[in-house]
């Protein structure tokens, strides 16, 4: 179609008439004059419109996804790296929590027995034949050789080797340890010795074992032990908890006895530890063992009064439950 004048006046004609329209639609709302008009024209090019929207979706979209694609990619990655972090915090703050809370108990028991302490962790067990762990303490923290080793709960060991930022600890169970003891209550003295493999294996739950040096002396299951304490307070100071007698061997005949012991320690899972640096000025005896478990409560059988066989009416007590025992002879008797 050419260009010329009459096409360009028909073309604003229209374009005028249009826009007219289209303000008179508009400001006519619901009422509109030409709401007729309008709604034939959405019934002719609705379906246009529809068809034609159908074929061209899936393509923009699909443009949409590549063009879109390396930004989406680097978010979901940027939001994988912010929840492992996350993760990462949450567990740090349990484990910070955790360990605050044993180092409360551990401070704890190291001032009822007038224990001065350096604190320390873990980082890693023997595995050779010695029951061992290693600390992250050593020398520059004050550490030395043959210093008594701790836990909330009681004792650990004694330090054999120390280098200036870890120590090694020999665990109270390792068959060569020897830790001079005693009795609470009857204050007999005895020698706790360890059997080997932190009570892992064929030991059970009792990896320490105790022999009185009176093979006379009474010892009862339940009873509590503590260190005795060594020469020069080293390696182990006393008044430091080891265990609960389970079982005693009755053999006789020796000239000492025999109790294995269950120790206050869970030695497989030690982690905040703390080494004693300095002695208590006087022996604390039994005061840093934990308060003993009160005794279960014993039922009272209940007494209902019962009616006497003679019929004198006078009611008799006997326990409710329970027949009463026949007061007439039977044959045989």
Do not use: C, W
């Not at 289209?22 to 007729?36: A, K, M, V």
């Not at 419109?49 to 996804?65: G, I, Q």
């Not at 210093?147 to 650990?156: H, I, N, P």
């Not at 390696?235 to 005949?253: A, F, K, Q």
């Amino acid at each position: 179609m050419k260009d010329t004048r009459r096409t360009r006046v028909v073309l604003g004609a229209l374009l005028v008439v249009a826009l007219a329209m289209i303000t008179i639609d508009y400001r006519g709302g619901d009422d509109s004059p030409l709401r007729g008009l309008r709604d034939v024209g959405a019934t002719v090019f609705g379906p246009v419109e529809r068809a034609s929207a159908s074929v061209v979706r899936p393509v923009s979209n699909t443009f949409d996804a590549i063009t879109d694609a390396p930004g989406e990619r680097q978010r979901a990655d940027r939001l994988e790296r912010q929840n492992q972090k996350l993760r990462e915090q949450l567990r740090s703050m349990r484990l910070d929590q955790d360990r605050s809370a044993q180092l409360q108990r551990l401070l704890g028991t190291a001032g009822m027995g007038g224990y001065k302490i350096r604190a320390a962790q873990v980082i890693s067990a023997g595995q050779g034949f010695e029951d061992t762990v290693t600390i992250d303490a050593g020398s520059r923290s004050g550490i030395k050789r043959d210093m008594t080793v701790m836990s909330a709960d009681g004792l650990v060991g004694r330090v054999t080797r120390v280098g200036p930022a870890t120590a090694t600890v020999l665990l109270a169970t390792d068959q060569t340890s020897s830790i001079g003891s005693r009795l609470e209550g009857s204050k007999e003295i005895g020698i706790v010795q360890g059997r080997g493999r932190r009570g892992l294996g064929g030991h059970g739950a009792t990896p320490l074992r105790f022999q009185l040096l009176d093979a006379a002396a009474p010892i009862q299951v339940g009873q509590r032990i503590v260190t005795l304490g060594s020469q020069g307070q080293r390696p182990y100071v006393p008044g430091v908890p080891i265990g609960v007698v389970e079982r005693i061997d009755r053999s006789t005949g020796g000239l000492t006895r025999t109790a294995y012991v269950r120790p206050f320690v869970r030695f497989t899972s030690l982690d905040v530890v703390a080494v004693v640096v300095a002695p208590p000025k006087t022996d604390p005896r039994d005061a840093v063992l934990p308060p003993k478990p009160k005794p279960p409560a014993t039922p009272t059988p209940s007494v209902t009064p019962s009616v006497s066989p003679s019929g004198s009416g006078r009611p008799e007590a006997r326990p409710s439950g329970r027949e009463s025992p026949s007061t007439n002879p039977t044959r045989g008797d």
